[in-house]
């Protein structure tokens, strides 16, 4: 059932319960005032009548007694009464509205008060029916001479009674129809508040929204647009947990509690922060931060992280299979045009020639694999280096590597993950630039001299422009189109996390010469 119609079966109720009540007890209540109303009206027509000189003459003096039902007639017409009657001292009637009653005895039974002098209200059937009169004596000269009776039949009082009645009922239909217009606009005003959903819609989604939030392996933190922690859940405990933050965080300001956090500078600029490295006491973490926006109006910001060595274990893992997939892809490139030549100078009849071209191949190979691992400690970096030597093959590019280079084994696995970040881009972009040229060598020199690193890499293309050197580092910014420009801001990145400094100089002939330092013993 839609909130609408709950909202107006329950108002509904309400209201026809309330004003049925009222109903009723007005209904009551009108029927004693209504009563009262006509006896007292009654009475006061008697009241007039009883001291008016025209009826008191016409009642003491018997020869005008005619003159009564005249008289009597006029004032019933004016009054509106159902009738007035006036009898004389031994009961008898002097007028009536039926002409063939006047001379009878009163009937009712009620008069006997007010022949004894009393006024009075009473409820008795006579002629007419049953009625509502009033009794008021008339005197003459001191002595008690009539009494006038005036009435009013209770089908007139009735009359009056479901004629309020009906009014009170069409104000309570009026009433009730204005509830129910009112309930409708608040439903619609509270639905809108809730974006259009029903209650049991919101019911499920909150079902589902905390199912996802408890399941995912992202910290998720929710912040109000005080600062206040609105929602942190399960994962986001445990990371904070390692981190030494404990306790119930819910309410508490963020800014308090998770050092470093930026999610209130995220309410206030509206601007979304992505893959933001930071620093929570003993670990890194890596974060996103957006503001939550509900109809235009931000409400608060929302956090999502996870812990940076997590990511860069993964990372590694995946590079390593990355890695090894590009060395197997350029050695089989590599190994498919070195079967062509084979092929040719066996259908050529060369097998002396087939002959060196074998050993070639084969001390070059051992030559290269027998370098590398004598100056590259490190089996990864070993690994980087080989699958970069058969990619530049591949694409043309003479890759030289500093005949002097001699790398340690590395112990550190983020700072190893972060040398080939450095070392992999900065190759892969001079690799690229020298395409186009017709000189295509790529010089890399990598040393570790007292704890520091020094890493430069010098190609033969066509150089930077200067203006374009400020941009080159910033995410995003790239020359060779859309959906680039990440290689070099990891760099930077890599770079700014260890302390260390990038150079870009133009090259002794053509090209451009990149020379990065790093610190990493001062992490």
Known sequence: MKLQTKLILLVSSILMTSLLGAYFFLSSYTYETVQNEMGNHAKAVSSIIAVSPEFIQAIADPAEHRRVQELAEVVRRETGDEYISIIDMQGVRLSHPNPSEIGQHFAGGDEAAALQGASYISVAVGTLGKSVRAFQPVYYQ???????????????????????????????????????????????????????????????????????????????????????????????????????????????????????????????????????????????????????????????????????????????????????????????????NQLHVINGLILNEHYHELSDYIQELSAMGDNEIHWVNKHVRDSVLAAFFMSKLSRSREMGVNLILDSTMSLPAIHDGDFRNGLVTIIGNLIDNAIDAVQFTELKNVNVGIHAEDGDWYIQVEDTGCGFEANKLINMFQKGYSTKGENRGFGLFLVGKVVEKYHGHISVDAGEIQGTVVTVHLVPEEE
């Open 142 to 336: 001191g002595r008690q001479i009539g009494v006038v009776v005036t009435g009013v039949s209770m089908e007139a009082v009735q009359r009056t009674i479901d004629k309020r009645n009906l009014q009170f009922l069409l104000i309570l239909l009026v009433v009730w129809g204005c509830g129910i217009v009112l309930t409708m606009i608040v439903a619609q005003r509270i639905k809108s508040t809730l974006l259009g959903m029903e209650p049991f819609a919101i019911a499920r989604l909150m079902v589902e929204r905390n199912t996802v939030i408890k399941s995912v392996r992202e910290g998720v933190v929710v912040v109000d647009t005080e600062g206040h922690l609105q929602l942190v859940n399960r994962e986001a405990r445990r990371i904070f947990a390692q981190a030494g933050i404990t306790g119930e965080l819910i309410g508490r300001k963020a800014a308090t509690v998770i050092p470093n956090s930026r999610m209130l500078e995220v309410v206030h600029s509206g601007q979304a922060e992505f893959d933001q490295e930071q620093h929570l006491n003993n670990m890194y973490i890596l974060t996103n931060r957006l503001p939550l926006v509900v109809e235009g109006k931000i409400i608060g910001s929302l956090a999502t992280f996870r812990d940076l060595a997590e990511i860069r274990k993964l990372a590694e893992e995946l590079t390593g299979v990355k890695r090894y997939v590009e060395a197997l892809r350029a050695q089989a490139h590599e190994f498919r």
